[in-house]
């Protein structure tokens, strides 16, 4: 394999590590945030649910946003 070839597969490597550790804290972000919710109908009554509710569907619209930014991205350089 050329040195060049070998270049353009680590940086193509490099990039997906980097998408599946950033995908991976969003996840993390998510979970702390339902076990959050979970806790606060459990033990806190409830006062809280309603925004950190808020604050998941305002995370997972943004996070959805630039996922399809991304995708559609890919597919106009696919073309």
């Not at 490099?14 to 979970?31: F, Q, S, V």
Request: net charge negative; no cysteine; glycine share 4%.
């Amino acid at each position: 394999m050329s040195k060049s070839l070998d270049t353009i597969i680590k940086a193509n490597k490099d990039d997906l590590i980097d998408e599946a550790t950033l995908e991976l804290t969003h996840l993390k972000w998510l979970n702390a945030l339902f076990t959050a919710i979970r806790h606060d109908m459990t033990d806190g009554m409830g006062f809280q649910a309603k925004t950190l509710a808020e604050i998941g569907q305002y995370l997972t619209e943004n996070l959805s946003y630039d996922k399809e930014l991304e995708l559609d991205e890919l597919k106009q350089d696919n073309k």
